[in-house]
């Protein structure tokens, strides 16, 4: 007969059918939980691109500050160099004044002016203005022509001036690893925002994955305008 024949819906079907959500209706957990996701792999990203920057001029910096210092101590060099120079023409002079102030007090005219020819061009200007002063009779005269402002050495204000370059060079040099340990620092609080992105992705209480995202954010933002505040090489 046939309303003895029942049909059978298969079971998978039906219960397939029960839990299917209704047409339209939005999975909304499963999409925080991708918005979640895509915020963790953001700050990631941008994290790993300012800790790539702050290592690059870091870097720099350091290379920098070698520079200076390497410079800084080739020049302190010159500068010395400069100096034993002027030194050395400074006894030069000295011996030359004496010896022709010995043979003028011995009267020995001769030899006096054989010393004369022999001054150096640069130290006749201060000679012949200690002259000038009539220091053998004058009480109030200066002791000796080195000590007239005519007296000049160009290897002594040479070495003045290679000294300030490499004063100024050392200064660059210092200033240069400032600017490298403040990169530096700079990393800890990216990697700071790399750990706290890291281990939002393994929470599961959505209360305490906010909490870590936001101050994986916070770190960031703090971190990128403190970079934004230095140099760059």
Same mark, same amino acid.
């Not at 400032?178 to 990697?191: E, G, M, P």
């Not at 906010?210 to 994986?216: D, K, N, P, T």
């Given at each position: 007969?046939?309303?003895?024949?029942?049909? %059978?819906?298969?079971?998978?079907?039906?219960?397939? %059918?029960?839990?299917?959500?209704?047409? =339209?209706?939005?999975?909304?957990?499963?999409? =925080?939980?991708?918005?979640?996701?895509? =915020?963790?792999?953001?700050?990631?990203?941008?994290?790993?691109?300012?800790?790539?920057?702050?290592?690059?001029?870091?870097?720099?910096?350091?290379?920098?500050?070698?520079?200076?210092?390497?410079?800084?101590?080739?020049?302190?060099?010159?500068?010395?160099?400069?100096?034993?120079?002027?030194?050395?023409?400074?006894?030069?002079?000295?011996?030359?004044?004496?010896?022709?102030?010995?043979?003028?007090?011995?009267?020995?005219?001769?030899?006096?002016?054989?010393?004369?020819?022999?001054?150096?061009?640069?130290?006749?200007?201060?000679?012949?203005?200690?002259?000038?002063?009539?220091?053998?009779?004058?009480?109030?005269?200066?002791?000796?022509?080195?000590?007239?402002?005519?007296?000049?050495?160009v290897q002594s204000e040479r070495s003045e001036e290679l000294d300030a370059q490499a004063d100024e060079l050392y200064l660059e040099g210092t200033q240069a690893k400032t600017n490298d340990?403040?990169?530096?620092?700079?990393?800890?609080?990216?990697?700071?925002?790399?750990?706290?992105?890291?281990?939002?992705?393994?929470?599961?209480?959505?209360?305490?994955?906010?909490?870590?995202?936001?101050?994986?954010?916070?770190l960031l933002l703090a971190g990128v305008i403190y970079v934004g505040t230095l140099p760059i090489a």
């Amino acid at each position: 007969m046939a309303h003895g024949h029942h049909v %059978h819906v298969p079971h998978e079907i039906t219960e397939k %059918h029960e839990h299917q959500p209704a047409e =339209g209706a939005p999975d909304r957990p499963e999409r =925080g939980e991708r918005m979640f996701e895509l =915020g963790a792999i953001l700050l990631l990203s941008l994290t790993t691109l300012a800790t790539a920057w702050s290592g690059y001029q870091a870097a720099r910096w350091s290379g920098e500050q070698s520079q200076h210092y390497a410079r800084a101590s080739a020049t302190r060099i010159k500068a010395q160099q400069q100096s034993t120079a002027a030194g050395q023409l400074r006894i030069d002079d000295l011996l030359y004044f004496n010896g022709w102030l010995d043979a003028r007090r011995s009267g020995n005219e001769q030899l006096a002016a054989v010393y004369r020819r022999r001054f150096r061009p640069e130290f006749v200007p201060a000679f012949r203005a200690w002259i000038a002063q009539r220091p053998f009779s004058n009480p109030d005269a200066i002791a000796g022509p080195l000590y007239m402002p005519e007296y000049r050495l160009v290897q002594s204000e040479r070495s003045e001036e290679l000294d300030a370059q490499a004063d100024e060079l050392y200064l660059e040099g210092t200033q240069a690893k400032t600017n490298d340990d403040r990169y530096i620092l700079s990393t800890l609080f990216f990697a700071a925002v790399l750990f706290f992105a890291g281990i939002s992705l393994r929470l599961l209480w959505r209360p305490l994955r906010v909490g870590v995202l936001a101050a994986a954010t916070a770190l960031l933002l703090a971190g990128v305008i403190y970079v934004g505040t230095l140099p760059i090489a």
